[in-house]
């Protein structure tokens, strides 16, 4: 399987913004997509992330720079690989912990088969 990382930075607002409403559906089985938020950027995430087949992630290296908002759901379907780590493993470059903040009436599920 190939791995295929995006790296969003900035310094002005938000490098993602998933806004209420939209959602963000990563659903590739022969490549697994790593959205990489840079050190100085931030995400706001209001509306959905659906995580599915591949080993997709959103990390960050800095602590608190994903945040999902109230209303904001993340998800990970029956098909996501059962090892990976939606939001990093927090070893070698590869997200840290801490690193998302959620806020009242956030959502953080995985569906069933």
Do not use: Q, W
């Not at 790593?34 to 997709?56: F, K, P, Q, R």
Request: avoid cysteine; glycine fraction near 12%; charged fraction near 10%.
């Amino acid at each position: 399987m190939a791995s295929t990382k995006l790296t969003l930075s900035g310094t002005l607002g938000n490098a993602l913004t998933i806004a209420s409403g939209s959602t963000l559906y990563l659903d590739n089985a022969t490549n697994d997509l790593t959205i990489e938020i840079g050190d100085s950027s931030t995400t706001a995430i209001t509306g959905n992330v659906v995580l599915d087949n591949a080993a997709h992630r959103l990390i960050s290296n800095t602590a608190g720079r994903i945040t999902v908002g109230s209303g904001g759901s993340v998800a990970t379907a029956s098909t996501y690989p059962a090892t990976a780590y939606a939001f990093g493993n927090g070893t070698g470059g590869n997200g840290v912990a801490a690193l998302s903040s959620f806020r009242a009436a956030v959502r953080i599920s995985t569906a069933t088969a």
